[in-house]
């Protein structure tokens, strides 16, 4: 028997049924960026809140420690792991609140923006992505500098010396009652190093 037998034949081709219409997928509720904010605000918070007491103690030490690990074990040796955990609060309901609100915003501003400068195109363009980058980041700005000057004013409390606030509140009510809102939309420029 020959290789070439009338046995074999091509493969048979198929045609796509161009009359049926793929279903478009529903766009997720506009909520759903705001709960995804929070596990992320929670996850962020909780991992990397003692790297950031590290760098701004560190930034505001004025020659305190020789550097992140000298800083690291005085800070374990002489406050315990509570030290690296000061000023947690804020950002714990910061990042969460941050969070929700930039990805939420996000998510209102691209559906915004692909319904009112791109209806007709299936994909909304990078420059319509960048619209609502800049609307969420804005939009989040507000909320981010009062918590961010509440946690940097916590994590700089090394002992009874420096010690200004009990917590977080104590803190927003000090800070408002010395200098009024103003202060929290402050710039620490100690920490923009």
């Known amino acids: 028997m020959s290789a070439t037998t009338s046995d074999q034949t091509a493969p048979a081709t198929t ?28 996850a962020k918070n909780a991992v990397g809140h003692p790297f950031d007491s590290v760098k701004v103690r560190l930034q505001t030490s004025e020659g305190r420690f020789k550097g ?20 947690f609060t804020p950002p714990l309901v910061g990042w969460v609140l941050m969070d929700s609100v930039m990805l939420g ?26 619209l609502a980058g ?10 981010a500098a009062p918590i961010e000057t509440l946690k940097a004013r916590l994590q700089v409390q090394y002992d009874a010396s420096t010690r200004h606030f009990t917590g ?26």
């Open 15 to 42: 045609q796509l049924d161009t009359s049926t219409k793929i279903p478009q997928k529903e766009p997720p509720p506009r909520y759903a960026g705001f709960i995804a904010g929070v596990f992320s605000g929670v």
């Open 68 to 87: 992140p690990l000298d800083c690291t074990i005085k800070t374990l040796k002489n406050e315990g792991i509570k030290g690296l955990y000061k000023g």
């Open 105 to 130: 915003s996000l998510h209102v501003y691209r559906r915004f923006v692909k319904e009112n400068m791109y209806p007709d195109h299936e994909r909304m363009p990078l420059f319509g992505y960048c």
């Open 134 to 143: 800049l609307g969420s980041g804005l939009t989040v700005s507000f909320v």
């Open 168 to 193: 977080p509140i104590d803190c927003l009510v000090k800070l408002v009652k010395h200098d009024g809102l103003k202060t929290i939309y402050k710039v620490n420029h100690e920490l923009v190093h």
